[in-house]
């Protein structure tokens, strides 16, 4: 991409889901606060920067990311399938939380349309902190709006502590320090420095794949994947318990299981009657590492699949969402 391309104009929608970037204080310590507190109007009223522009800010949830989930996903993808459509949009800014953004991201890799930028973004330090990223993160998500429409590039990013990352690779890498994320390895896309976006050489974009329908927005709940993880002394009696849950009566059906597995998808030998088991009972079986960096690459012959380089939260995200494709084609 080049840097020199000028940002557009038109109207930039805002969309807020809540979050620590909402979160509010009142014992003035940053790790002491309630997410989600202030609406995205007075987000995007508390950055000085953002006076003037062509903004809308509507509140589509406001909840803590760790309890991130359907219901508010489609909400969000409504919204975002609304405000995509409008000719008078260059682009969408979503703030959310840190703990599932990378999932979020990848849901909306996987379902919106092609054609413009969906950045998301998000804070470490609640609004009321003398440290507050959320400010500067949001001002920076609405640049890089700007900044990828002008340059036609339609992508789900993500935009934290002046880093552009890809929705497909982004991931939080530290619990609490203001520059959380990462991209597993990858480099960012893109930095911010100022009003500035200095794309990274050789930065590889992925398009939004636009597997949205209204047969799936219409489910009240994608199918249950669960995740294990595999580890020294472990056996199958998580498996064993899932599949004997599933079967209740009245119980949802579990239709999937990722392995969150060692190394390069390996997992213990005690799992394996277990996995071999829920397949033929009909659950899917996917393999994601848990390791911080690399992923699984798949080899030839084969009879497990891999997740690739997706982390175990982002893997449960594509599983599902591929089941609930194949539910409502």
């Known amino acids: 991409m080049n840097d020199n391309v000028r940002a557009v104009s038109g109207v930039v929608v805002v969309l807020g889901t809540g979050g620590t970037i909402a979160g509010v204080s009142d014992t003035g310590h940053d790790r002491d606060y309630q997410a989600a507190q202030l609406g995205v109007d007075q987000l995007v009223a508390a950055v000085p920067s953002l006076a003037g522009q062509p903004l809308e800010a509507y509140q589509v949830a406001q909840v803590d990311s760790k309890d991130m989930g359907w219901p508010v996903w489609r909400a969000l993808l409504i919204a975002l399938d609304e405000a995509l459509a409008r000719p008078d949009v260059a682009g969408v800014v979503v703030t959310h939380g840190t703990d599932t953004l990378e999932e979020t991201a990848w849901l909306l890799h996987l379902l919106l349309p092609p054609g413009k930028p969906v950045v998301l973004t998000a804070a470490m330090r609640p609004a009321t902190s003398s440290e507050a990223d959320g ?45 959380a994320f990462d991209g597993g390895g990858v480099p960012p896309l893109a930095l911010v420095e100022g009003d500035q976006v200095l794309p990274t050489p050789d930065a590889v ?33 998580l498996v ?3 599949l004997a849950a599933s079967n209740r009566e009245g119980a949802k059906p579990l ?13 213990h030998q005690d799992l394996e009657a277990a ?30 699949p891999v997740a690739g ?13 591929t089941l609930a494709l194949r539910d409502t084609a």
Not at 215 to 234: F, K, M, N, Q, Y
């Open 240 to 242: 064993e318990a899932l």
């Open 309 to 321: 380089r997706l982390t175990p939260a982002q893997a449960r995200v594509a599983l599902t969402v």
């Open 255 to 267: 239709r999937g299981i990722v392995v969150a597995c060692t190394g390069h998808g390996t997992w």
């Open 275 to 304: 996995l071999l088991k829920a397949r033929r009972a009909g659950v899917v079986v996917w393999r994601a590492s848990r390791v911080a960096r690399g992923g699984i690459e798949s080899q030839p012959g084969e009879t497990w």
């Open 205 to 237: 974009w992925a398009e939004p794949r636009g597997q949205l329908s209204a047969a799936l927005i219409g489910l009240e709940a994608l199918p249950r994947v669960e995740i294990i993880t595999s580890h020294a002394d472990a056996d199958g009696s």
């Open 135 to 179: 400010p500067r993160n949001l001002a920076d998500a609405v640049r890089v709006v700007r900044w990828a429409a002008a340059a036609e590039e339609d992508a789900v990013l993500a935009v934290l502590n002046g880093r552009v990352w890809a929705g497909t690779e982004v991931r939080k890498a530290h619990s609490w320090h203001i520059d």
